[in-house]
Antibody, heavy 116, light 113 residues
């Protein structure tokens, strides 16, 4: 069974950092790109970024709204992807989801609240 | 960026009647390697993560009732619920996974009339 478990969310003050994890099982994690999405309260879905598989260079792309502040990485040996979020602001408050396999697989989401 | 535009923004349909949601992309999402469209439909109920309904524009995800169907190609796509049930009340999104940034339609809220 394919599983993606998002974790690491919580309450954080503006300007601080947080790292989210996407722990996966049930599929060949290393073969797929992983994306992160987010959904602010009452809003639609927004793509945050993506990291390609090693076979496709392992490079990452980011939405303009997070470029330079967020970094996506992956550990294929553990089947885990990470979203390092720095310089957080209140507009980053959202539920964050990881996905894989052209977004066919989704995690359940983890809530990040940025507030003083 | 590929802009995804859904219509209508909201829809009220009687139980058992057909619901149709349209999605238009600003450029083609046809993946030439397999001649399929990289277009997905999601259902999101309040407080829940998005649930994949349809991918490759018309392939129903395992376990999704057959009253849900997707059609279209190139830049114009449709999600049809053939006979609306009470449990189908939700917001529906189309998404292109053809390129980055991945983009979604603004969502269509489906309610019971």
């Amino acid at each position: 069974e394919v599983q993606l478990v998002d974790s690491g969310g919580g309450l954080v003050q503006p300007g601080r950092s947080l790292r989210l994890s996407c722990t996966t099982s049930g599929f060949s994690f290393g073969d797929y790109a992983v994306s992160w999405f987010r959904q602010a309260p009452g809003k639609g879905l927004e793509w945050v970024g993506l990291i390609r598989s090693k076979a496709h260079g392992g490079t990452a792309e980011y939405a303009a709204s997070v470029k330079g502040r967020f970094t996506i990485s992956r550990d294929d040996s553990k089947s885990v992807a990470y979203l390092q979020m720095n310089s957080l602001n209140t507009e980053d408050t959202a539920v964050y989801y990881c996905t894989a396999n052209d977004d066919l697989y989704w995690g359940q989401g983890t809530l990040v609240t940025v507030s003083s | 960026d590929i802009v995804m535009t859904q219509s209508p923004d909201s829809l009220a349909v009687s139980l058992g009647e057909r619901a149709t949601i349209n999605c238009k992309s600003s450029q083609s999402v046809l993946y030439r390697s397999n001649n399929k469209n990289k277009l997905a439909w999601y259902q999101q109920k309040s407080g829940q993560p998005p649930k994949l309904l349809i991918y490759w524009a018309s392939t129903r995800e395992s376990g999704v009732p057959d009253r849900f169907s997707g059609s279209g190609s190139g830049t114009d796509f449709t999600l049809t619920i053939s006979s609306l049930q009470a449990e189908d009340v939700a917001v529906y999104y189309c998404q292109q996974y053809y390129t980055v940034p991945r983009t979604f339609g603004q969502g269509t809220k489906v309610e019971i009339k």
